[in-house]
């Protein structure tokens, strides 16, 4: 019972922040964008989706008369929901219903909508865009609306089945009920519309300006610093190591850049030391100097007390 009282005490306290409720905005505001793009274009054009939401408008159309699409998806999530109580955060789970609910209610509030796209092409792609961006953006701030993801982190738990293949899996019974149910053409938009969707939520995720993890291996270290990064007017951090084969004693350089200033790096280093090994890493989240802030983030630091 002491562990329900942390976690209970920790949701109590994330109630008190700023960063809580900004999330919960932006997870109303994901919830109605994916709402309409469910109502609009995925129902009209007999369009899934990957996910819990796939496998609602899997059964949805053969029970439509007796349920509506909104119940269904949250009948479907109870199970999910009793399956992850004891391997996530009460704080998590918690969210995770607000979520659900948020987007259950947003499903039926939007019924009936249109959005005026004939083209089945065209319909995917933007419904991708809009539905990816909006979840992305609260998976960013930590928003939850339950679904595979529970299912597939306690099916990675307990029988080391990585998330990622339970969630192909998935996508792939979905996309192949699609085919069977209406056409080959209806599914192979449907995977269309999941691939923009995968594609965009990870930008919502990690923002549109692509950062680049920099590891630097330079007999030349001091002279890399001053020539290369401080003309970039980045930091950086060194790095004692060994090499593998000489076994000499090296100072590895690390420091993270943007995307427009990959090639100003890589002339500067080539000028200043053409020997250098150099290796380029895609990065996620930056949060630090010259990068984003923790406030930007949705942080706010706390007052301390006096």
């Known amino acids: 019972m002491n562990y329900l009282k942390e976690d209970f005490q920790e949701f109590t306290n994330a109630l008190r922040t700023w960063k809580f409720w900004y999330m919960l905005l932006t997870l109303t505001l994901g919830c109605f964008i994916f709402s309409f793009v469910v109502n609009g274009i995925l129902l ?19 029970i439509k008369e007796y349920i509506s699409f ?35 209610l947003s499903l039926q509030l939007t019924h009936g909508v249109e959005i005026s796209i004939n083209d089945p092409m065209l319909a995917a792609i933007f419904g991708g865009v809009l539905a990816g961006f909006g979840t992305g953006f609260y998976l960013r701030l930590g928003g939850s609306v339950g679904g595979l993801d529970i299912v597939g982190t306690v099916i990675k738990k307990r029988f080391a089945i990585p998330i990622g293949t339970v969630f192909n899996l998935v996508n792939i019974v979905v996309i192949f009920s699609n085919a069977y149910l209406y056409h080959l053409e209806t599914a192979l938009h449907t ?116």
């Open 44 to 62: 009209p054009h007999n369009f899934f989706a990957g996910g819990v939401t796939g496998l609602a408008l899997l059964f949805y159309d053969s």
């Open 70 to 104: 909104s119940l269904l998806y949250a009948l479907l999530n109870i199970p999910i929901f009793i399956i992850g109580f004891r391997e996530f955060s009460l704080k998590f789970i918690i969210i995770s219903l607000i979520g659900m609910g948020i987007y259950s």
């Open 191 to 306: 995977g269309v519309f999941m691939f923009v969707f995968s594609w965009s939520m990870q930008k919502g995720q990690v923002g549109l300006s692509q950062r680049k993890s920099i590891f630097i291996i330079s007999s030349k270290p001091n002279e890399v610093a001053e020539k290369v990064l401080k003309k970039l007017d980045r930091g950086f951090t060194y790095f004692n190591a060994s090499g593998g084969f000489a076994g000499e004693e090296k100072q590895v350089i690390y420091t993270v850049i943007n995307m427009l200033e990959l090639g100003r790096l890589k002339e500067y280093l080539f000028d200043t030391d053409p020997e250098a090994f150099i290796s380029v890493q895609d990065t996620g989240d930056v949060i630090g100097k010259r990068f984003l802030t923790w406030e930007d983030e949705g942080f706010r630091k706390r007052k301390k007390d006096n």
